[in-house]
């Protein structure tokens, strides 16, 4: 069955740095855009960057444009999301998801 398992998530203070990944399983995963949302406390999943299949394209909530990166490498059925100069409204549960496969969420805490 299809799999999409996230990690890399943690606390980390203002300014910092995290990576997470997200890899896929049981479906070509080539073959597909790909997403990351998050979910802040009491607030909406929202949308925060798309790959294209290949990586030519990519699109980025305006909350995050010029500090997330996402980027994939379809040999290992992964997606990255490089996230720098973090702050603390970035805190959320973040989710990988493709059509409509959701995985089950990091979390990102960005405290000090």
């Known amino acids: 069955q299809v799999q999409l398992v996230e990690s890399g998530g943690g606390l980390v203070q203002p300014g910092g740095s995290l990576r997470l990944s997200c890899v896929g399983s049981?479906?070509?995963?080539?073959?597909?855009?790909m997403n990351w949302y998050r979910q802040a406390p009491g607030k909406e999943r929202e949308l925060v960057a798309t790959?294209?299949?290949?990586?030519?394209?990519?699109n980025y909530a305006d909350s995050v444009k010029g500090r997330f990166t996402i980027s994939r490498d379809n040999a290992k059925n992964t997606v990255y999301l490089q996230m720098n100069s973090l702050k603390p409204e970035d805190t959320a549960v973040y989710y990988c998801?493709?059509?409509?496969?959701w995985g089950q969420g990091t979390q990102v805490t960005v405290s000090s």
């Open positions: 998801k493709t059509v409509i496969w």
């Open positions: 049981g479906f070509t995963f080539s073959a597909f855009n």
């Open positions: 790959i294209s299949t290949i990586g030519g394209r990519t």
